[in-house]
C-alpha cells in the first residue's frame, strides 16, 4: 500500500486473519477479558467465603447488577455492540450458581424503567425492595451478592458531601461557571470537544430526586444504606461488588463483621460482567493490587480539605506527600487507612524472600523469590521501596522504586523476579537550595529497602546504602516556581512558607483577547469561511511531502515552499474525515499533505454510534494500573492501536496519566494512580504497545489536570518540588523510556500561567530536560492565545487554530516566521511517522 494509503482511503481494509475486522473482535473481547480479571482487587475475604462453592444459591441485590457501568463518560465513553453486567456473568455460570430469579426480574426492570427515562447507567437509583420479596430471598439462601455502582464522567468533579456531620467540609461541589458551561453546551452540541456532553451528564445527575450526589458518590446513599443493612440483617454470608471508577468509602464494609467478601471490579469495560462472575466463583484467583490508597473516610485525604476551595485555583499544600507518601509519612496519619496502597489478596498464598542484592555502577539488583504455598495457581506482585533519610529536604516515609508480577504459579511452584532500582532513583528534588539549589540530590544517610507485596505488607533487607556525604543527581535550573502558593506540608507535619515570585497575568495578550463567542464557535469545517483559503493555487507543486518521506528532499527545503498562511493553517486542527469525531493533523493538499485524524479515548476507539461501527471497551485505566502488570497493558495498547488503524485513524488520544491526588477528581477513572513510578511504567507500556503499530499514544493532560471544575482557567498552585517529584513524573519516564509521538497539554494553569502557553513546561522541560522528540497538541478548545502557545512550544491547536490571528500577531512582530516553521516542522515530522 502507498504511503499514508491507509489513513486516507475507504472502505477500511481488515487486520484480522483471514481477512477478519480485529475492531469489537472476539480476540480483543477476550482480552479485554483477561486484564478486567487481573485488575480487579479482593479486599476481603472472611472464612474463604470466595470462591462460591459449585451448587451454591445466591439472591444478587443492588441495581449495580444490571446497572453496570463498562466505563466513564466524555472521552472515555466507548460504543460497543454490548456490555456484560454482574447478572448476566454469572447466568453464564449456571453450572456453579444459582440465582434467584424473581429478585433479579425486580432489579432488571427497576433499571430499565429508569433507563427510559433518560438516566444513563450508573446514575439510577437504588430502587427500595419490597419486604415480601427480601423474605421470599432469604427462604431461598442464605448467600447474598450486593452489587454498587458508580458512574464517572469528564468535565464535572464529584461532590465532597455532607460527610457524616463532619465540619470544615464543602457540602457541595461547587457550580461551574457561567462562560464554562456556555463553552461546553457550544462545544458538546456539534461534538467539537474531546468530551461528548459531560454537561448534560452533570445536568441529569444533579437534578436525581436522591440523596446520593448531595451527600457525594464517595459515599453510599441513604437507600443504599438502607439495602446493606436489610441484607445483612437476613443473610448469613454477604458479598459485596464495587463497580466503581475510584476511590470510595470502604468503612461500611471493612468494620462490618457481616460482610464477609469485598471485590473492587473497577468499571471493567464490554466484559466487566464476565470478569466478576468467573473470580466469585473460581473460575480465575484474583491478582489485582490497590494502585491507590484507601483511608477511613473522605477528610483523611489532605486533598479534600482545600478541593473546593475556590473554582479558580487549587493550592496543592499536601506537597509531594500524596496518597501513601501522607498516609506513611505524617504522624498520625497511618491509621487512617483501610487499605493501603499496593493491597490486594488471593485465593492462595505466597511467600516473598529478598535472597540477594547486588549493588551495580548505576544502581541495585534485586534477586526476589516468590513461592505459591497455598492450593491453587496464582500470581503475586513483588514491590520495593526505599525509606530514604530525611536530612534537610524531608521525604516520604517509603517511596515505591520498583515492581514486578510472577507468572501463574502453580501450587508449590516458585520463581524468582530480578528488579532493578536506579541510584538516582533515590534522589530528592532541591527547590529552596537547603542543600543545592534546582537539583536532584541524594543526602548522606541511610538508605533502607523494603520488599513486600504492599506498602504495608512486607518486610525490610538486611542490605542497606549509606552516603557519607551528599550526592548531586543532576543540576538543573528553577522552573514553575510558584507565585501563590504560600506554604506546603512537611514530613512532620508542620508547615513550611514558600517564597513567592510576582504573579503573571494569564490573559495578557499583544493582539487582544479574540472574542469568546468567535473561539468557541471556530472549527475546522468553517475554515474557510473566516478568511483564511486553503491556496489552490498551488496543486502542482513538484515538491510533495513523499519526497521529504523519499528522502528526496529535506525537510527544511520543503517548508521554505509554504507560504505563511500555509503555516498557520498547518498548526491548527483540521475537519473530520471517515468516522473521525475529534479532527485531524496536516491536511495541506496542494502539498500532499494528509489529514491524519484523530480519535479518543482512553478505554477504547471512540467513534459515534451513527457511524455503525462498535468497538472494544477496555477496563479502565484505574482497573489496568491495578494489574501491576506492564506486559498486559502493552497487549492492550498493540490491540486498541489496531482497532484505530482498522478505521484509518492515525492519532489515538491517550494514555491519560494525571496523578490521584484527590478522590473528589472527576475523571480519575481516566488516570492510573496515585504513585508516578505506577503510572509511568503501566501508561508506558500502553505507548510502547499502540506505538508499535505505528499509531501515534498521545499522552495526557500535561500537566497538573488534577480538577474537572472550571478546568479551562484553574490555576494549580504547586512547588517545583512537588510538580518535579510527583505530578510531572510519569511524563518524564514515558518520554524518556517510550519516545511518544504526541503529547497533550492541559486545560489549566500551573502557577498563573496557561500550560499549553508555558515554555518553561513546553520546551525548557519536556524537551530541553528531558528530550522530548515529539509534538505537542492542545487539549480541544482551551483558551489559550494561539500565537502564545507557538512560541511557547505547543505546536497544534485543537480543535482548531487561529490562522488569522497568528497571521496578525507575525505582522505586529509578536511571532516569527521562524518559530511557526519549529512547530510545523514537528507536526509533519509526526506525519512522516504513519504508514
Known sequence: MEKWGNLQYQPNLPLGENRTYVTGGEAHIALSLKAAKEGMVLLKNQANTLPLARGTKVALFGKGSFDYVKGGGGSGQVYTAYSRNLYEGLKLQNDKVQIFEKLSRFYKQAVEAQYEEGLPPGMTEEPQIPEELLREAAAYTDTAIVAISRFSGEGWDRASGKLAGKEG???????????????????????????????????????????????????????????????????????????????????????????????????????????????????????????????????????????????????????????????????????????????????????????????????????????????????????IYVKAPQGKLGKPEKELKAFGKTRLLQAGEAQILTLFVSRASLASYDDLGKVQRSAYILEEGIYRFFVGNSVRDGSWTDYVYELKHPLIVEQLTQKLAPAQLKKRLCADGSWEELPLKVPHDPDASGIGKIPFAEMEEYTPGVREQKGVPLNPNLWDSS??????????????????????????????????????????????????????????????????????????????????????????AEQVGIAGAREVKEN????????????????????????????????????????????????????????????????????????????????????????????????????????????????????????????????????????????????????????????????????????????????????????????
Open 543 to 632: 515538491h510533495p511531502l513523499l519526497e521529504v518521506a523519499e528522502g528526496k528532499l529535506s525537510m527544511e527545503a520543503f517548508i521554505d515552499q509554504l507560504s505563511d498562511e500555509d503555516l498557520a493553517c498547518l498548526l491548527g486542527g483540521q475537519p473530520n474525515t471517515g468516522v473521525a469525531n475529534t479532527f485531524g493533523f496536516g491536511n495541506l493538499p496542494q502539498w500532499g499533505v494528509p489529514n491524519i485524524m484523530t480519535a479518543d479515548g482512553p478505554a477504547g476507539l471512540r467513534i459515534h454510534p451513527k457511524c455503525g461501527v462498535s468497538t472494544t471497551a477496555w477496563p479502565c485505566a484505574t482497573l489496568l494500573a491495578c494489574t501491576w502488570n506492564p506486559k498486559l
Open 169 to 383: 467540609t464543602d457540602s457541595t461541589t461547587p457550580k461551574s461557571t457561567e462562560k464554562e458551561k456556555n463553552a461546553r453546551e457550544r462545544n458538546t452540541a456539534e461534538g467539537n470537544t474531546e468530551a461528548e456532553n459531560p454537561l448534560l451528564r452533570e445536568k441529569k445527575m444533579m437534578s436525581l430526586s436522591t440523596d446520593l450526589f448531595e451527600r457525594g458518590d464517595f459515599y453510599l446513599s441513604l437507600r443504599e444504606q438502607a439495602l446493606v443493612e436489610a441484607v445483612t440483617k437476613n443473610f448469613t454470608h454477604i458479598i459485596i461488588v464495587m463497580n466503581v471508577g475510584g476511590m470510595v468509602d470502604t468503612s461500611w464494609f471493612k468494620e462490618n463483621p457481616c460482610i464477609q467478601a469485598v471485590l473492587m471490579a473497577w468499571q471493567a469495560g464490554i466484559e466487566g460482567g464476565m470478569a466478576m462472575a468467573q473470580l466469585l466463583v473460581g473460575e480465575a484467583n484474583p491478582c489485582g493490587k490497590l494502585s491507590d490508597t484507601f483511608a477511613a473516610s473522605l477528610e483523611d485525604y489532605p486533598s479534600t480539605w482545600n478541593f473546593h476551595e475556590s473554582e479558580d485555583y487549587v493550592d496543592y499544600t499536601d506537597d509531594i506527600y500524596v496518597g501513601y507518601r501522607y498516609f506513611e509519612t505524617i504522624p498520625g496519619a497511618s491509621q487512617k487507612v483501610n487499605y493501603p496502597f499496593g493491597f490486594g489478596l488471593s485465593y492462595t498464598d505466597f511467600q516473598i524472600t529478598c535472597a540477594r542484592v547486588t549493588e551495580t555502577p548505576t544502581g541495585f539488583s534485586f534477586q526476589v523469590q516468590v513461592v505459591n504455598t497455598g492450593d491453587i495457581p496464582g500470581k503475586e506482585v513483588v514491590q
Open 648 to 835: 484509518h485513524i492515525g492519532v489515538w488520544l491517550t494514555p491519560g496519566i494525571n496523578i490521584h491526588r484527590s478522590p473528589l477528581c472527576g475523571r480519575n477513572f481516566e488516570y492510573y494512580s496515585e504513585d508516578p513510578l505506577l503510572t509511568g511504567k503501566m501508561a508506558g507500556a500502553m505507548v510502547h504497545g499502540i506505538q508499535s503499530e505505528h499509531i501515534a499514544a498521545s499522552v495526557k493532560h500535561f500537566a497538573f489536570n488534577n480538577k474537572e471544575t472550571n478546568r479551562r482557567n484553574s490555576d494549580s498552585r504547586v512547588s517545583e518540588r512537588a510538580a518535579r517529584e510527583i505530578y510531572l513524573k510519569a511524563f518524564e519516564i514515558i518520554v524518556k523510556e517510550q519516545n511518544p509521538w504526541t503529547i497533550m497539554s492541559s486545560y489549566n494553569m500551573i502557577n498563573g500561567h496557561r500550560c499549553s502557553e508555558c515554555r518553561e513546561l513546553l520546551t525548557d522541560i519536556l524537551r530541553g530536560e528531558w528530550g522530548f522528540q515529539g509534538m505537542v497538541t492542545t487539549d480541544w478548545w482551551n483558551w489559550g492565545e494561539h500565537y502564545k502557545e507557538t512560541k511557547a512550544g505547543n505546536d497544534v491547536k485543537m480543535g482548531c487554530g487561529y490562522p488569522k490571528r497568528l497571521l496578525l500577531a507575525k505582522e505586529q512582530m509578536l511571532l516569527t516566521r521562524e518559530e511557526m516553521e519549529v512547530c510545523g516542522k514537528r507536526i509533519l515530522e509526526l506525519i512522516l511517522r504513519m504508514d
